[in-house]
């Protein structure tokens, strides 16, 4: 053999070559990925979605929902060291009582075995450690490890109740061989985060839970062809995600769950297995952070911002999760690159990046240097600060731990419906209809909003003179990023005119994604309201989480009701033309007029109060249509195919605004006057008058329901009467009575009217002619004449006739001469001395 082959091959056997592939951030999509296959003999639960036995491969993956999929392929970066590191110790370590192991440079141990029970370990000062083989031999045992490097090739747990503690994070675990849990009841940083633990298992190394309840929060990850993940013991559950190259990941038994949340997701996202160090003696950063300018590098939070407002924030390098490197860069300067990226989705690698600048950094800085001034002119509701340093290899990315939100500043309102003026009036036009149709609204921010504004109810205006403000139901759609305009469709329930104020359109949930408001990164809960909605930073650099519109809106209108509903409030009543009734013929007139509520509605049903004034268009004279009654609406005549015929004269009706919504309508001073004729003579009845509104339509053409509607006056005794005179004959010696009375017909014959007060008859209206002058004892008539005798010698008669019941009361007239209209008077005869029988009586005359 050549010697430079042997060589060649020394060389080879015992430095082998070894290919690196880059250290950096963690897919962190799945909770479960295995290169290799996954496999689960019973059941297991991911996020509570059952997820069914079986054997998935190659490249198999679970997502948060519990989806299995194939052929995923995942770019799993390298650990870094690549290669575990060696450790030749020969140091030897028992614990039988409490103790804390502290080393904050790098130590070597060959064994660490803790045997004794109820005893707690401390692990501090990030070391790194080297222990060849860590052992846990007794039960209810505390480790409790504090941030740093630990290299354990061996990590093995021989009893049962074995709690590990995160005291202070991250803790990184590199796995050489194995990590093995033999017992049961071990709880693994169960108080702790998913990015407080990690497990990185190097290749061939393996991690195996043998008995019932495991419960395990953190990361195990190995990207080189690891042996396998198992978790054989029943009731177990890992919080967290497992994600390897090569092996498999098992499960055996029953009860198994995985929980892996959004949230979980995002830190898992923010953890690179790149380690920090440089080369020449410079001090590099693990990772980075960004706080507001002047707080706490670790634990201060970035604030929400307005579009266009310049600021700066503080850049931060970190040892450890909880350590500032005060050292960074005191071999070198660094010059990092400062981005703002939109965490809205995805990983602190995959942030879309939209402002960025290069910031020096210098031993003198001390790990903590503020950045140039930013701004923003696009709203993002997720920003999150990203710091590179490629000033050694690897190359160390990292995200600020918080989240904020660049807000727009104002919400312009738009509209191509019903958004006229600024000077409403109660007849413009077009109209709508409250609570029905629907408008359309725009409020626009700025390039990038994408949230849904809310409409402030409470501070609606309407037109002068209005009781009511409507309450908008409806809401915006999302707004559109490119153009920052939220849409939507809407409807008024009132009459009338509304318009928005100042922040009437707002929002106060932009800043969600971020968390600022639970972070009390913004203003939201001030006394004065004003600052909810400021755009300048108070005294302690915070602006309002709130944004609306800063200009009041025009009106929207005219919205009008969707229709009328009426309510008979009253049917009236009549009054009786004579004592007590009336007769037919007479003109009867209201005691009590009859009247009908008209209410304005909505389309959906609600009452629309500001139908009122001047907004309440129905006029009483042209609005309400009223069949005229010619009938009465319950009585037959003679002739059973007729009613009761009559004549209705309407007065002037009124209209009452009741200032709710509602108005009265109120029949005038209308008479009705039943006919005097054949089809009235019948039996007297109590009047009933149907009074049919058939249409009542507004200016603006609101129309009614309900139609048709009837009112019902009554109340008086309707009567056919007649005047009736009796034929006399007497001495012309004595005075001589004649018998006039009214009499009505009560169904079969006509009847004296002794109830009747209201007919008088003037003796200057009667006629008289024959061979009698007649010569009455009294001037006025009611119950009867008498005639003065007219002496001896003066025999004869005289007939009686009148014709004032044409002219003036047609109600008693009578069809005395059988044409069959009743248009006539009664007539009679008085005789004196014409009848005296035998000429030796001197007269008789009956007594009654």
Request: aromatic fraction near 10%; charged fraction near 15%.
């Given at each position: 053999m050549h010697p430079l082959s042997i060589v060649i091959f020394f060389f080879f056997s015992f430095f082998p070559l070894l290919v690196y592939s880059a250290c950096g951030p963690i897919p962190a999509t799945y909770p479960l990925f295995s290169d290799s296959k996954l496999k689960f003999e019973k059941n297991i639960l991911v996020n509570g979605n059952n997820v069914s036995k079986g054997e998935y491969k190659p490249k198999a993956a679970i997502d948060i929902?519990?989806?299995?999929?194939?052929?995923?392929?995942?770019?799993?970066?390298s650990l870094d060291p690549s290669i575990f590191p060696s450790n030749n110790s020969n140091t030897d370590l028992t614990i039988k009582n409490s103790t804390t192991i502290n080393h904050s440079s790098e130590v070597f141990y060959n064994k660490i075995k803790i045997d004794q029970k109820n005893i707690t370990v401390n692990f501090t000062g990030g070391g790194p450690f080297h222990i060849d083989k860590l052992e846990v031999k007794k039960q209810n045992v505390t480790l409790n490890f504090a941030a740093g490097t630990y290299y354990i090739d061996e990590f093995k747990i021989d009893a049962k109740n074995v709690t590990l503690n995160i005291s202070s994070s991250p803790v990184i675990f590199h796995i050489g061989n194995k990590f093995k849990i033999d017992d049961k009841d071990a709880n693994i940083n169960t108080g702790g985060n998913v990015d407080d633990f990690r497990v990185y298992l190097h290749s061939g190394a393996e991690f195996k839970n043998e008995k019932e309840n495991l419960n395990f929060t953190g990361l195990i990850y190995g990207p080189d062809n690891v042996d396998k993940v198992e978790i054989e013991g029943k009731n177990s559950s890992f919080h967290g995600a497992i994600i390897v190259s090569g092996g498999e990941i098992k499960t055996k038994k029953k009860d198994i769950s995985f929980t892996y949340t959004t949230a979980d997701q995002t830190a898992i996202g923010n953890i690179s297995t790149c380690q920090s160090g440089g080369g020449g003696g410079d001090t590099a950063?693990?990772?980075?952070?960004?706080?507001?300018?002047?707080?706490?590098?670790?634990?201060?939070?970035?604030?929400?911002?307005?579009?266009?407002?310049?600021?700066?924030?503080?850049?931060?390098?970190?040892?450890?999760a909880s350590t500032i490197e005060t050292n960074f860069a005191s071999g070198t300067d660094h010059t990092v690159t400062v981005e703002l990226v939109d965490a809205s989705s995805g990983i602190c690698s995959t942030y879309p990046s939209f402002s960025s600048h290069n910031l020096l950094f210098t031993s003198a800085d001390s790990g903590t240097k503020a950045s140039n001034a930013i701004s923003s002119s696009t709203a993002y509701s997720k920003v999150k600060c990203r710091i590179t340093d490629t000033t050694d290899s690897p190359s160390v990315v990292g995200c600020s731990t918080d989240s904020f939100a660049i807000r727009p500043t104002n919400l312009s309102i738009s509209s191509t419906d019903l958004f006229n003026t600024n000077s409403p009036t109660d007849s413009l036009t077009p109209t709508t209809k409250a609570g029905g149709t629907t408008f359309n609204i725009t409020a626009t921010a700025s390039t990038g909003y994408a949230g849904t504004p809310s409409i402030d109810n409470t501070i609606i205006q309407t037109h002068s003179g209005a009781v009511a403000t409507g309450n908008i139901a409806e809401s915006f759609d999302p707004a559109i990023s490119a153009t920052g305009s939220a849409s939507g469709s809407f409807s008024y329930p009132e009459v009338g005119w509304f318009r928005f104020p100042v922040q009437g359109v707002f929002d106060d949930s932009y800043t969600e994604l971020a968390q600022?408001?639970?972070?009390?990164?913004?203003?939201?809960?001030?006394?004065n309201q004003n600052d909810n909605f400021s755009d300048t930073p108070n005294a302690d650099g915070k602006i309002g989480c709130k944004f609306g519109n800063k200009v009041i809106s025009n009106y929207f209108g005219r919205f009008t009701p969707d229709h009328f509903e009426i309510t008979a409030t009253q049917d009236g009543s009549f009054s009786d033309a004579c004592s007590g009734f009336s007769y037919s013929g007479q003109s009867v007139s209201y005691a009590t007029n009859p009247n009908l509520t008209i209410t304005a509605y909505n389309a959906i049903g609600g009452i629309t109060q500001n139908y009122r004034q001047s907004y309440a268009k129905l006029d009483p004279l042209t609005d309400f249509n009223v069949s005229a009654p010619t009938t009465d609406s319950s009585q037959l005549g003679v002739d059973t195919t007729n009613k009761v015929n009559l004549v209705w004269t309407s007065g002037t009706s009124s209209l009452t605004d009741n200032l709710d919504g509602s108005l009265t309508f109120s029949f005038g001073n209308d008479s009705f006057t039943y006919l005097h004729e054949a089809n009235s003579l019948i039996a007297p009845f109590p009047a009933a008058v149907d009074l049919i509104f058939t249409a009542i339509t507004d200016s603006d053409g609101i129309t009614t329901q309900g139609l048709p509607q009837t009112l019902q006056p009554s109340g008086t005794s309707i009567r056919f009467g007649r005047l009736n005179i009796d034929n006399a004959h007497g001495s012309e010696l004595s005075p001589l009575p004649v018998p006039i009375y009214?009499?009505?017909?009560?169904?079969?014959?006509?009847?004296?009217?002794?109830?009747?007060?209201?007919?008088?008859?003037n003796l200057v209206d009667l006629r008289f002619n024959g061979a009698v002058t007649p010569s009455l004892g009294t001037t006025t008539v009611s119950a009867g004449l008498n005639f003065t005798a007219p002496g001896t010698g003066n025999t004869g008669y005289i007939d009686i006739t009148t014709d004032l019941f044409i002219s003036l009361f047609p109600w008693l007239a009578f069809d005395w001469d059988g044409d069959g209209?009743?248009?006539?008077?009664?007539?009679?005869?008085?005789?004196?001395?014409?009848?005296?029988?035998?000429?030796?009586?001197?007269?008789?005359?009956?007594?009654?």
């Open positions: 929902n519990g989806t299995v999929s194939t052929n995923v392929n995942l770019s799993l970066p950063a693990s990772n980075f952070n960004c706080v507001e300018n002047g707080t706490d590098g670790i634990s201060g939070n970035l604030y929400t911002k307005a579009i266009a407002q310049s600021f700066s924030i503080d850049i931060v390098a970190l040892q450890n600022d408001e639970q972070n009390g990164d913004c203003i939201i809960n001030s006394a009214t009499e009505y017909y009560n169904g079969t014959f006509f009847v004296a009217a002794t109830d009747d007060s209201c007919t008088t008859i209209s009743h248009d006539n008077s009664p007539s009679a005869r008085a005789s004196f001395g014409l009848y005296k029988g035998n000429s030796k009586q001197i007269y008789i005359r009956e007594i009654y």
